[in-house]
């Protein structure tokens, strides 16, 4: 059984950082594709950033908000996946996912939430001004 598990959200001012965590179990990161969304009340899953498994470091795409201020990692050994959040702002605020897919070269629309196979609970962000 597959499981992805997200933690580390919560409250935070704007300008400050947070890190986000998503552990598996059922899989093995360092094998699969990984990546991050993000989902308001009435939206759509937004995608935030994308990291393939295959290559060293392999393909990192970031959305153009991001860009600069997040950054996704990974922690093979403890096989879990981090969301590092810094200068954060209101508009920051969502439910964030973390998503799993065995593409090992990011090739397809991994901007599209059903390129995925795998998706965590999701944890609350919330950034006041």
């Known amino acids: 059984q597959v499981q992805l598990v997200e933690s580390g959200g919560g409250l935070v001012q704007a300008g400050g950082s947070l890190r986000l965590s998503c552990a598996a179990s059922?899989?093995?990161?360092?094998?699969?594709?990984v990546g991050w969304f993000r989902q308001a009340p009435g939206k759509e899953r937004e995608f935030r950033v994308a990291?393939?498994?295959?290559?060293?470091?392999?393909?990192?795409y970031y959305a153009d908000s991001v860009k600069g201020r997040f950054t996704i990692s990974r922690d093979n050994a403890k096989n879990t996946v981090y969301l590092q959040m810094n200068s954060l702002t209101p508009e920051d605020t969502a439910v964030y996912y973390c998503?799993?897919?065995?593409?090992?070269?990011?090739?397809?629309?991994?901007?599209?939430?059903?390129?995925?196979?795998?998706w965590g609970q999701g944890t609350q962000v919330t950034v006041s001004s």
């Open positions: 990291n393939s498994w295959n290559g060293s470091p392999g393909k990192t």
């Open positions: 998503a799993a897919d065995p593409d090992p070269f990011l090739s397809g629309s991994y901007y599209r939430n059903d390129y995925w196979d795998y």
């Open positions: 059922g899989l093995t990161f360092n094998v699969y594709t």
